[in-house]
T-cell receptor
């Protein structure tokens, strides 16, 4: 099946720094989504991207859907302590008759704030 | 709070047993997806139901099954449990209308098989 390569695996940053992470796939997706997961909780949707080349922002978060449909990146500006967590990219395909298939997830990026 | 509810929060059972996990989607969402999260496999899609009908299967074992009821809540049944089935199980719901295909995850059920 499809696999997503998400990098980096972990990031150690100082509060206030900008963060960048990305995801690449061997095949195309119709939709890219970014989630954040805190320990013991479910993933929380941050941004959904539906069109190749689309650039979308949500507060300090910005994500882009690559023009090849095989990649996406997420940037976080001016990081704050509550940004700590695991960030997942996910790709989604649409069924030929309408509707969306289950998500294919990357392995996650652990964001850690250095004291 | 995503609006998706899952019960129970935690479940501890023995090998060979059968358990049922329950999910209530967000109000108005017709689609329910089930996922398994483990340390070695990450987040993996198991199965998708739309308005009571199975739409797609992912990496779901034959020992696992699911259904979606007329009130749109869903249950995931896990049988002949093995130690390796210990994981977090999430359901996600989605409106599946127009361009709204985002999936919203519940808080999960942590299954421990001993």
């Amino acid at each position: 099946g499809q696999q997503l390569n998400q990098s980096p695996q972990s990031m150690f940053i100082q509060e206030g720094e900008d963060v960048s992470m990305n995801c690449t796939s061997s095949s195309i997706f119709n939709t890219w989504l970014w989630y954040k997961q805190d320990p013991g909780e479910g993933p929380v949707l941050l941004i959904a991207l539906y069109k190749a080349g689309e650039l979308t922002s949500n507060g300090r978060l910005t994500a882009q859907f690559g023009i090849t449909r095989k990649d996406s990146f997420l940037n976080i500006s001016a990081s704050i302590p509550s940004d700590v967590g695991i960030y997942f990219c996910a790709g989604q395909l649409m069924y030929s008759g309408g509707g969306a298939d289950g998500l294919t997830f990357g392995k996650g990026t652990h964001l850690i704030i250095q004291p | 709070d995503s609006g998706v509810t899952q019960t129970p929060k935690h479940l501890i059972t023995a090998t060979g047993q059968r358990v049922t996990l329950r999910c209530s989607p967000r109000s108005g969402d017709l689609s329910v997806y089930w996922y398994q999260q483990s340390l070695d496999q990450g987040l993996q899609f198991l199965i998708h139901y739309y308005n009571g009908e199975e739409r797609a299967k992912g990496n779901i074992l034959e020992r696992f099954s699911a259904q979606q009821f007329p009130d749109l809540h869903s249950e995931l049944n896990l049988s002949s449990l093995e130690l390796g089935d210990s994981a977090l199980y999430f359901c996600a719901s989605s409106p599946q209308t127009g361009y709204s295909y985002e999936q919203y995850f519940g808080p999960g059920t942590r299954l421990t098989v001993t």
